[in-house]
């Protein structure tokens, strides 16, 4: 099963992206836009993992130290590969929120690695994906970004195609 730790988002913060993504497709001739209810912000790729590991996954997500915060998403961007775009909102450089996401990552990727699991390990960005594979004719113009969200748990998510559709279904939930 093809697996990923997030932090996922309320229903409000997920209308507020929905409202910058559609500014971004209103500009493109052509892309792949997130479904609202997949916005999420990922802390580790876990790819295709068997079954039995879950238990192992769960017990390092059950021990990550941590409260509650919150994360401001103030940047927007464009990751290029191929002349393919990914556009997406980041959240602030600096900022106990940041700083909290990143301790929590910390402690994931070190019990990921103990646990000898196999994860994404490049450069960490905190951004939500809006959509990928964006064409347009002219530069895309994009709204100022300010939102807040609130940061209470990290959840285990699968991801599949159901009916030609990404699914993402929470496995476990770990309140902070």
């Not at 892309?31 to 609202?36: A, D, Q, R």
């Not at 402690?107 to 490049?122: I, S, T």
């Not at 100022?144 to 940061?151: A, L, M, S």
Request: include cysteine; aromatic fraction near 10%.
């Amino acid at each position: 099963m093809r697996l990923f730790i997030s932090v996922n988002f309320d229903e409000e913060v997920r209308r507020k992206l929905f409202r910058l993504q559609e500014a971004v497709k209103a500009q493109a001739s052509r892309g792949s836009f997130s479904l609202p209810e997949n916005f999420h912000l990922t802390l580790a790729f876990l790819g295709e993992t068997e079954e039995k590991r879950l238990p192992v996954i769960r017990g390092i997500i059950e021990v990550i130290r941590g409260g509650p915060f919150d994360l401001s998403f103030t940047r927007s961007g464009c990751f290029t590969h191929s002349r393919k775009e990914l556009w997406w909102i980041g959240v602030e450089d600096k900022g106990k929120g940041l700083s909290s996401l990143l301790d929590i990552r910390r402690q994931l990727r070190e019990g990921l690695k103990a646990a000898e699991l196999v994860f994404d390990d490049r450069p960490f960005s905190a951004h939500v994906t809006l959509g990928r594979e964006i064409r347009h004719e002219k530069p895309l113009s994009f709204p100022g970004v300010d939102i807040t969200v609130p940061v209470r748990s990290i959840s285990l998510m699968k991801s599949e195609h159901i009916e030609r559709r990404l699914v993402y279904t929470e496995l476990f939930v770990r309140p902070l």
